[in-house]
């Protein structure tokens, strides 16, 4: 409560609701003005938040078509030899029809053959027995009659039975022959009649197949117009974020380059700096162009990358002033730090800021905890050097 409230009265009222306005006024204008200081940074920040968000989303969609793109080639494979072995197959009992018609015809042959053998002997078996009966006297029943005794007349008897017996023996072997070799005809007509429907039922296949395999290959054609549509896509959304990126980086570059104006810069008068990372001495990446792991293109690696364990202290290597203390995208939560006389250094991928932007810290003092934020693939610090705006070997200022 305040004191003029409880003194009361009319005109100090109305001297107070002025007061109340003029202070929302000034709360208003000074929330505009931190706004408006603030937006670039956060914009940006934004911006290649989004950007990456976009490449990242683009590139999960060319990723999608192609996996399904694979997909259909390998099924596309599959129908193929499947094809390929019905055709094969539709070959083989091409053949073997043309092999059982041939043996048809070798059969249709032997059988007229044997048709005519038969006919020719019965015919010759009726002549002979014919003539026999003809000149019976002189034949079977001169033989028969000139018996000498009823012996003799029993044998005569079964040697004319015995001619008779051997005639019809033959007749039959020719007429069994004949039967046999029907016989055989008629498997292979049937046979063929197996392998006719075998081979309409393959070329059923084959013709299932065949389309089957037009839809694919449509399919296929579709996905990889799509494929490179996304593609496309895929390469503007990753420009779009590197030209985001490079902005970012000129935002960064700019503020270390505006902090080197300002008076209270501290200096940095030259000699090494302290070590950033005391839980880790490895140098996972040194500083220069190299292959990007996960971009996999050739870029500047602008600092070095120390290995550290998670959570442990990141320190000012040098007394300065906070200018930067930020997320974003790529750097992960980062802060930059200006040493004076033209220098400054960054501290990225952190999991903790322990400072913020103007805060003056002290060389050896712990301003971050290290981890693995942004564009990272485990915990590390990455540590960047300036002067006057560009970029310096760490190593070269490191004990
Ligand atoms: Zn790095």
């Known amino acids: 409560m305040s004191?003029?409230?409880?003194?009361?009265?009319?005109?100090?009222?109305?001297?107070?609701?002025?007061?109340?306005?003029?202070?929302?006024?000034?709360?208003?204008?000074?929330?505009?003005?931190?706004?408006?200081?603030?937006?670039?940074?956060?914009?940006r920040a934004s911006a290649v938040d989004d950007a990456k968000a976009a490449r990242d989303k683009a590139k999960q969609e060319l990723d999608d078509i192609k996996n399904k793109k694979t997909n259909l080639v390998k099924a596309y494979a599959d129908f193929d030899?499947?094809?390929?072995?019905?055709e094969d197959e539709v070959a083989a009992i091409t053949a073997d029809i043309k092999n059982t018609k041939e043996e048809i015809e070798r059969k249709a042959i032997e059988l007229e053959e044997a048709e005519a053998n038969t006919a020719a002997y019965e015919e010759e078996f009726k002549t002979r027995a014919r003539i026999m009966y003809e000149n019976g006297s002189t034949s079977y029943l001169e033989v028969l009659?000139?018996?000498?005794?009823?012996?003799?007349?029993?044998?005569?008897?079964?040697?004319?039975?015995?001619?008779?017996?051997?005639?019809?023996?033959?007749?039959?072997?020719?007429?069994?022959?004949?039967?046999?070799?029907?016989?055989?005809?008629?498997?292979?007509?049937?046979?063929?009649?197996?392998?006719?429907?075998?081979?309409?039922?393959?070329?059923?296949?084959?013709?299932?197949?065949?389309?089957?395999?037009?839809?694919?290959?449509v399919l296929i054609d579709e996905l990889s117009d799509d494929e490179d549509l996304a593609a496309?896509?895929?390469?503007?959304?990753?420009?779009?974020?590197?030209?985001?990126?490079?902005?970012?980086?000129?935002?960064?570059?700019?503020?270390?380059?505006?902090?080197?104006?300002?008076?209270l810069a501290s200096n940095y008068t030259g000699g090494k700096f302290c070590w950033p990372a005391p839980s880790g001495v490895r140098i996972t990446s040194p500083f220069g162009y190299r292959y990007?792991?996960?971009?996999?293109?050739?870029?500047?690696?602008?600092?070095?990358?120390?290995?550290?364990?998670y959570g442990t202290n990141i320190l000012a290597t040098e007394d300065g002033v906070v200018i930067i203390a930020q997320y974003n995208s790529s750097y992960g939560r980062y802060i930059s730090i200006n040493h004076g006389n033209g220098y400054t250094t960054l501290y990225a991928h952190n999991s903790q800021l322990l400072v913020s932007p103007g805060q003056t810290v002290k060389r050896g003092q712990v301003i971050a905890k290290a981890g693995s934020t942004g564009n990272s693939t485990g915990p590390h610090c990455h540590f960047e050097v300036s002067y006057n705006g560009n970029l310096q070997n760490p190593l070269n200022y490191l004990n």
């Open 81 to 86: 030899s499947q094809l390929t072995a019905v």
């Open 232 to 263: 496309k896509a895929y390469a503007a959304a990753e420009k779009k974020y590197e030209e985001e990126e490079r902005k970012a980086q000129e935002e960064i570059r700019r503020k270390q380059l505006e902090s080197q104006k300002s008076a």
């Open 292 to 309: 990007h792991p996960i971009s996999h293109t050739y870029s500047l690696h602008r600092g070095i990358d120390i290995s550290t364990a």
């Open 3 to 43: 004191k003029e409230k409880k003194a009361g009265g009319r005109p100090k009222k109305k001297y107070e609701k002025k007061r109340i306005v003029a202070g929302i006024c000034a709360i208003a204008v000074a929330v505009v003005f931190l706004f408006s200081c603030l937006y670039p940074v956060i914009s």
């Open 145 to 217: 009659f000139g018996a000498e005794s009823f012996s003799d007349l029993l044998e005569r008897m079964e040697v004319v039975g015995s001619i008779l017996d051997y005639d019809r023996e033959v007749l039959d072997k020719y007429v069994e022959s004949q039967k046999i070799i029907k016989n055989a005809k008629e498997e292979q007509e049937q046979l063929l009649e197996r392998q006719n429907s075998q081979q309409r039922s393959l070329e059923l296949k084959q013709e299932q197949l065949e389309i089957t395999l037009e839809k694919q290959q």
